[in-house]
């Protein structure tokens, strides 16, 4: 859509149209119940593909959430100077995943115990993170977190953090979907950061 749009812009009126058209997708996608989650768990195109095999779940947007800058490009959350975590947006609806699932899919694919970093990307930009909307998303957060502590599961303390949602920035175009677009590549980066056999390490075998 956005590439039809810049095809056009020339025309005046037609751009207008399809961005009042956009509008009624997007209040018709609100009417139905459409619900939005955000979470961190490092690579953003990894927590993309966790987040887009969950039934119910209808998009995920790659991006930037917990951070001081307003608009803030790849090239500086990376850099570690904007405060900013790599943040997904997963849109869902409620009829079809509850919060406590996506919740669930977070955090059998994150590793919780380790401060400022998942797997092989180091940084305050790569900690894990639960950022909630509302009391009871934050109640829901709150409950999974302190079930995890009770089960001992896990032999180290859970420093993900329980952060209330704050301005969500969508990355550059080319970070979304990666895994789609790029397979090769993206397959070559998850393996070589050991995503997968940390996961097993503190999960057990899938």
């Known amino acids: 859509m956005r590439f039809i749009i810049g095809r056009i812009g020339a025309f005046g009126v037609l751009p207008m149209v399809l961005a009042g058209l956009l509008v009624l ?16 768990g490092g690579c953003f195109w990894c927590m993309e593909e966790v987040f887009e095999k969950v039934p119910g779940v209808t998009a995920v947007v790659s991006g930037y959430m917990g951070g001081r800058v307003e608009n803030p490009s790849y090239e500086q959350v990376s850099a570690g ?40 990307d180091h940084g ?19 409950e999974s977190k302190r079930a995890l502590e009770q089960s001992q599961r896990l032999t180290q303390p859970i420093v993900t953090e329980l952060t209330k949602a704050s301005q969500f920035y969508p990355a550059e175009e080319y970070h979304q979907d990666f895994y789609k ?26």
């Open 25 to 40: 997708q997007s209040q018709a996608a609100d009417s139905v119940g459409a619900a939005k989650a955000y979470f961190a």
């Open 81 to 120: 100077g904007t405060g900013h975590a790599e943040s997904v947006e997963v849109v869902y609806d409620p009829a079809k995943a509850s919060y406590t699932t996506l919740l669930d899919a977070f955090w059998h694919n994150v590793d919780p115990v380790t401060p400022n970093a998942q797997f092989c």
């Open 124 to 142: 305050s930009q790569y900690r894990s993170v639960i950022f909630y909307q509302g009391e009871e998303q934050k109640r829901l957060a709150e």
């Open 181 to 206: 677009k790029n397979p090769i590549r993206y397959k070559f980066y998850k393996f070589n950061c050991g995503r997968a056999q940390r996961l097993e390490e503190v999960w057990g075998a899938p």
